[in-house]
Every structure is written in structure tokens, then in C-alpha cells.
């Protein structure tokens, strides 16, 4: 256990074939949390919450959500502060909780990336058909992984220079969205103002209940992940001292005013009773109908674009996140020792290729014969970013607790995360009870999906599994608090 804490202390090693290049700027940092939070959660599938909840109920279960978050990012942006170590999710978890728990965090998290790469490849080319109907899937999802695997195998500032600007694209689109909406409210745009009539049609503002605002909010809480890319970007940003806290307190906020008040306008300007909502099809998608509705044409082309850049940035960071956290635990003697290894330009080249080779493989297994083992595993990493987030709030609880055991003073912190011991025993809780209820509607109804349940759940058993066979293996245990390696310079 004593090597595997020190060997995280830094995240990298002395020799320059292990030492990641701090590259990355305040810019590329603030783009890439936002690009793993805006994505296709919030052009394609906030018509259907509002639809199930009305407009006030889907605000209601975006802001809940977006309450967890805040208090996440704040745990996250504090570690992240204090100790910038590359794969910090797995590196925080073995050095405040125990190392058999971030052990079990860091695969849960390859694995999630690994699997998500393929599913985004395919998504990319189901968008390519809306322009080419009868063009070849492989071509597609080849060029476009050839694409995502060129930007990170460049470098990490080609990597933060692509997120950075499929990031802008999106955040473009978002502030266009919310400029046009609100000239339409009031009759600028559109033709007769609506003001706020839709409102108060029918159920609205809520509908259904407390159990439809919280259907909404396992929704949503899908639309928030990949906020915390920010925290496996640390060890590969300049300054991270003063750029995690400024990111931090940024992102959060950013995030959420570009999900209320896009849900606010969509749900003023299309009555939450048009069951076009509730279509994933990008002709017929909330920003789709609003900006036809405006009059700008060739809307439909420009959204299905939009969202095509949305699946890239989703797969460019799914893939370099998971890359960061084999390389991690490579070094932390996790994962096998030559994933450790980086290249002349930083980049850790053999943990990049074993997480693209291993996309390709689940790839090849969805469109070979029914596709029943990628549908296995896509299905046991839908909840992996859940245990991901429970574990930034258990890891940061115990850091804060060991801080201040050894006698460290708050003052000396970079960024200081709010409410503590409220903030992660709050997110801790809220995010607990989501993972627990993503089985809700495969539960209800009277006939329970058995199927679909433990296919859900999946992930939950690895997890444990991971964490409690690495334990006996190796008889770790819980870190005491004033064992905790909290100084980043210490052998």
C-alpha cells in the first residue's frame, strides 16, 4: 500500500518516458468541462422532460440536479486545487480512502470511457445519414475515430485546442438559441409575442407530480456528466493553483444558466402538450422547431451539425480521460507498468492505443450478428459516471477530514469548497438516490423487466467486485486520517 501512495503523489515520475506536459490552458479548461456537459442531453432530450413534467417540473428537476453538481465540481475543484494529479479520480480514492477503492474507481471509469467511445461513433454515424441515407456506417465511424485519435495522439494542447473549439460550437449555438428565444417571447422574432400563456395550459407549470419531476431528474442527471473532466485535466494544465479555482467557480454556473434558461424558453415558446417533444429526431428537436419557427432556414441542417460536433467533443474527451486514468494507474502499479509510458510530446501512447483498440473491438461487437454483447456492455456502464461522481464526494469528505487532522490550515488552500461537511454529504445523497432509482420505470407498471433491470445495475456488482477482490488480494485498508499523504511533495 506505502508504494501505491507514493507512487501517486505526483501522478507522474522522474523519468521523462512517464512525465505528462502541462499544456493545457485556463481556456481549454473552462471549454471542456462545459463541452462534456453540453451535448445532445440538452439539444435532443429536454423536449421530452418537459413533456413529461411540464415546464416548471423540468426546470424543478434540472436545478435540483444542477444543486448536486455544484457541490461535486466544488469538491473536485479543491482536490483538484491542492494536489493537479493526472487520473485524479482513481490517484484521490487510493490516497484518501483506500487504494483497493481507487483502484475499483479508476477502471470504473476507463470502462465507462472505453465503452461510451463506440456508442458515440455510432451515433456520429447515424447523423451522417441524414445527409448520405446510403453511405456506408464503417466509413463513418472510421474516419471519425481516425479523427479523435489524431487530435489526442498530437499532443495534449491539440487535444485541448479540439475540445476548445467543438466546445465554442456548441456554446454558440446555446447563446444563439437564447437570443433568438427571448426576441420571439416578445414578438421581435417569429411573429406574435408569446409571453408567457404556455405557462398555464392545461398541467403546466407541472405536471404529474413529484414522481415525474424526479423521472426528469434521472434525465437529467445524464445531461450534467462529464463536468468533472476538468479534475483528470489537472495534471496537464498550466498554473493549476489559480486555473482549477477559476474554472470552478465559472463552470458550474456557466452550465447551469445555459440549461434553465434553454428549458425556460422552450417551455414558453412550445407548449409542453406538443408530442413532438418527445421525438429524438433531430428534424423535429426543441431548437429545431424554435428556430424554424423564427424563420431561419436550413434549420434542421444546422442543428443536426451542431450535434454531430456535440458526439465528436463527447468521444475527443471520453477518449483522453480514459487514456489519463490508465496512464495513472499504470504508475500507481494498477494497471499493467507499459501503459505508464508517454511519448516524446507527453502523450501516453500505449494507454491511448489499448483504449482505442478496446473501443474498436465493443465497436465491431455491435454490428456483428445481434449485437447482444455490446448491448450487455453498454448497458453495465449507463450508471458508471454515478459511482464515478459518488466517489469525488466520498474521496473529498475524507481529504477535508485528513486536512484538518494533521494540522493544515484552511487558509492555505487554492480554492476552498463551500458548505462542507453539508456540500458532499448533500451530493453524496442526492446522487445515491438517483443511482438507485435509474431502474424506477423498469419497476412500475406491474410487470417488473428483469432484463432491463440487471442490465441497468450491472455496473454496481463490477464495481464492488473490483474493489472487494483488489482489497482481500492485497489486505488494504480504510487510510487512517492522519495517514493520508496530504503533502503532493513528500516520498
Known sequence: MEKT???????????????????????????????????TGLFLTTGATIHTAGPGGALLAYMMIGIMIFFIMTSLGEMAAYMPISGSLSAYGTRFVDPAFGLALGWNYWFNGA???????????????FWFPHSPSLLWSGMFLLIIFTINVLSVKSYGEGEYWFSFVKVATVIIFIIVGVLMIFGIMGGQAVGFKNLTI????????????????????????????VGIASGESENPEKN???????????????????????????????????????????????FQKAGLAFAASVMNAVILTAVLSAGNSFLYGSSRILHAMALSGQAPRFLGKVNRRGVPIYALLATT???????????????????????????????NWLGISISHYRFRKAYIAQGYSLDDLPYRAKWFPLGPIFALIVCLFVLLGQGYQEMTGGHI??????SIYLSIPLFVFIWLGYKLTKKTKVIPLKECVLDPQKD
Open 357 to 387: 483498440i478496446f473501443g474498436i473491438l465493443a465497436f465491431l461487437s455491435s454490428v456483428v450478428g445481434d449485437g447482444a454483447i455490446y448491448y450487455w456492455l453498454l448497458s453495465a456502464s449507463s450508471v458508471t459516471g454515478f459511482i
Open 202 to 229: 392545461g398541467d403546466a407549470p407541472f405536471r404529474g407530480g413529484f414522481m415525474t419531476v424526479f423521472s426528469v431528474m434521472l434525465v437529467a442527471a445524464y445531461s450534467f456528466q462529464g463536468v468533472e473532466m
Open 5 to 39: 501512495i507514493q507512487m501517486l503523489e505526483t501522478g507522474e515520475t522522474s523519468s521523462s518516458e512517464h512525465e505528462l506536459k502541462r499544456n493545457l490552458k485556463f481556456r481549454h479548461l473552462i471549454m471542456i468541462s462545459l463541452g462534456g456537459a453540453i451535448g
Open 115 to 129: 465503452i461510451t467511445l463506440p456508442a458515440e461513433l455510432s451515433a456520429a454515424t447515424l447523423i451522417m445519414k
Open 244 to 290: 482549477i479555482p477559476r474554472a470552478t467557480r465559472t463552470i458550474f454556473w456557466r452550465i447551469l444558466l445555459f440549461y434553465v434558461l434553454a428549458i425556460f424558453i422552450i417551455g414558453l415558446l412550445i407548449p409542453y402538450t406538443n408530442h413532438k417533444l418527445l421525438s429524438d429526431n433531430v428534424m423535429v428537436s426543441p431548437f429545431t422547431m424554435i
Open 449 to 454: 423487466d428483469w432484463k432491463s433491470v440487471i
